[in-house]
């Protein structure tokens, strides 16, 4: 080939040419940028993978959260993708703007479409997509805070003080490994504005007590992340679930501080959390705030084998006996196991001798 026709296509392609030597021409700050995406709002509620801007950055929540501004510190929620711009962000419209269309199953929407669900909420599209429901599509729809009016946005999280302090903490947990933070507890409890804030002080404290006594037990103090009988690990996996078993037969085993186990677990409290545990178990061991959220998310929201949450049992004077039955049933509740009873029944004494309120009564099960 010719020089002639070297140069001309190096050219053409957008090439510095030195003789026979060449270097693409470097892209600017501004090319190479991404556009930013919708602009970062402290109302919102962001669940895994929802994206925002912040400080000419695009973030992604690695979990859910509300309230908490994109940084690289914090809680480590966010992840920084880089810098952005060019573009616009499609930011809520003013206050008062809230005309948008009711969803509707199997209608076409695009990118940054706004509909208003049936609860009630504003959801946008994240994606284009053929009108799946924005509350089970999470990766397609993110909620919308229809210029700050929307009346049935979501209340924010617990915004009031947890009454275990570091220091009761970390006297309750003399053991503990790093992962289990203090600071990865109280990013885990933004999301239920209920927990340990429900009722007088004492109730309060007995219900913190209650449930750092069965994480203390089932974790062997905040020590393991994840089941030690790795015997068990390919039981958990329930085959009859449409969804199946995705990670592996032996993927559900117990994780976090509760043990969080089988694949329908992790499926339902994924799909609460906003992130993805029935393809990613191991978000569960590997990240504090996740293994925290798990076992918050059960405590509030599963009746496990017993009749009520064991949220529910704290705050209607059922006892802390029936927060065991709530999580482990007939296997060791009424005679099934009372020496692991009399474990979290202990644990549980100690705690709230460190708190400095009564046990109360029903303390077994």
Known sequence: ??????????????????????????????????????????????????????????????????????????????????????????????????????????????????????????????????????????????????????????????????????????????????????????????KYPAFTTTGSDTVKKQEAAAFLANINHESGGLVYTEETNTANWPHYCDTGQPYGCPAGQSAYHGRGPIQLSWNFNYKAAGDALGIDLLNNPDRVKNETSVAYQTAVWYWMTQRGPGSMTPHEAMVNSRGFGETIRSINGSIECNGGNPAQVASRVDSYNRFTAILGVPAGSNLSC
């Open 1 to 190: 080939m010719s020089q002639k026709r070297l140069l001309a296509l190096a050219a053409s392609a957008g090439v510095v040419v030195a003789g026979f030597a060449a270097a693409l021409v470097p892209m600017t700050a501004s090319q190479a940028a991404e556009a930013c995406v919708a602009g970062y709002s402290s109302s919102a509620v962001y669940t895994g993978g929802q994206r925002a801007s912040y400080n000419s950055h695009n973030w992604t929540a690695k979990w859910w959260t509300q309230g908490e501004t994109p940084s690289t510190g914090g809680s480590g929620v966010w992840n920084d993708d880089g810098s952005c711009g060019g573009g616009t962000p499609t930011n809520p419209p003013p206050a008062g703007n809230c005309n948008y269309p009711n969803w509707a199953a199997g209608t076409w929407y695009d990118a940054g479409a706004i509909v208003k669900y049936t609860n009630g909420n504003y959801y946008r599209a994240k994606n284009a997509n053929p009108g799946y429901d924005p509350i089970i599509s999470t990766w397609f729809w993110e909620q919308f805070a229809c210029g700050g009016t929307n009346p049935t946005t979501p209340p924010p999280g617990n915004t009031g003080s947890f009454p275990v302090s570091e220091a009761q903490f970390n006297q309750m947990f003399p053991n503990r490994i790093p992962f289990y933070s203090y600071s990865g507890l109280i990013d885990a409890i933004k």
